[in-house]
């Protein structure tokens, strides 16, 4: 493909030779014919020495020796190009023979069933479905068009998922939640008789598990992408458009704003607010409300300067009891030299 049908197909500018370009890499290991991009410093030092033929760069960097096609953002762009080699790969519609579907159950056009999916009673599945091996969907359920699972996928009773959601190997959704009533001689299980709602454009991660609510609905907003090996306890609730990193935990009655970021392994206490466009760090551990738009972090997560600069003040401390030490001995005090 020429570099100019590229520029074309993704809306970029070309500066430089029409070259053939073959397929696409990363800088460090673009090959000859392939493009490659730069979107930061890192990746403009790499130039010097990448062997790609192309590059992907922001309208306003500097001009450099390969062609290029120029973007406001050269990240977008790249992901455009490799869409454009690497289309999605959709398996051909049909049910296989292994698969079992109830007759009551009901599955849209173009909908492809693979090897020992289980499709249960009075299940209502939109056009396009794309059910991979192994997946299981209980009584119930209902999905909207454009729907991908996985191998391995557990869809639980009454769950109802919208448009376009994509759910990767392993995951469950509508799994029972966490709720006991502490008995002398045992824990009495709290029935979980609520539900999930997956909305439009809703990735979730492998082996991810979203709960039922006990009452009510467990909701994962619009947009919203969730990683790999994600926890969302029952009951709660997550805005449009939110980003969960691999290994969160949501403890039950959790509620997230639009846009909020949640970074890996970052824990939440259950029954807490976190605002619209706020951002917690990773392996944060939070008990209490976010305010919109801020930034947390550390355990307990506060405000993220403030846990910076904590973080600094704690690697200073053996110096600091160092220098205490000496002023209590000048001072004559007594002082504990075990503490040196």
């Known amino acids: 493909m020429k570099l100019s049908e590229i520029a074309r197909a993704i809306g970029c500018e070309l500066r430089g030779d029409d070259v053939d370009i073959r397929g696409v890499a990363a800088i460090e ?121 996985h191998a391995g996928v557990v869809v639980r009773e009454d769950v109802r998922i919208g448009d376009r959601v994509t759910l990767h190997a392993g995951a469950v959704i509508g799994s029972d939640g966490f709720g006991y009533v502490p008995q002398e001689g045992g824990h009495r299980k709290i029935p979980q008789v609520g539900t999930v709602v997956l909305e439009d454009d809703v990735e979730i991660g492998a082996n991810t598990t979203v709960d039922r609510a006990a009452l009510g609905a467990t909701v994962v907003g619009r947009g919203t992408k969730i990683d790999n090996l994600v926890m969302v306890g029952h009951g709660s609730r997550i805005g449009p458009h939110c980003l969960l990193a691999a290994q969160v935990g949501l403890a039950g009655g959790t509620r997230l704003g639009a846009h909020v970021m949640l970074g890996g392994q970052a824990g939440l206490a ?32 506060t405000e993220v300067h403030r846990w910076r600069r904590a973080a600094v003040g704690f690697f200073r401390l053996p110096e600091v009891l160092r220098r205490l030490r000496r002023v209590e001995q000048a001072l004559g005090l007594p002082g504990d030299a075990s503490e040196e």
């Open 270 to 301: 259950g029954h807490l607010t976190v605002g619209d466009r706020a951002r917690v760090a990773a392996r944060s551990g939070v008990h209490g409300d976010v305010p919109a738009g801020a930034a947390y972090g550390g355990y307990p997560a």
């Open 29 to 149: 290991d673009a090959e000859p014919g392939t493009l490659t991009f730069a979107a930061d410093r890192r990746h403009a030092r790499a130039l010097a020495t990448t062997r790609a033929a192309a590059v992907v760069l922001a309208t306003d960097a500097p001009e450099v020796a390969l062609p290029s096609l120029r973007a406001r953002n050269p990240y977008l762009a790249f992901v455009a190009a490799v869409e454009l080699f690497h289309p999605p790969r959709r398996p051909e519609p049909g049910l296989h023979p292994t698969a079992v579907v109830a007759p009551s159950a009901r599955l849209g056009a173009g909908a492809s069933v693979g090897p020992h999916v289980v499709v249960a009673e009075d299940v209502v599945i939109g056009r396009d479905a794309v059910l991979h091996a192994g997946v299981v969907i209980y009584p119930r359920v209902r999905i909207g068009d454009g729907f991908t699972a």
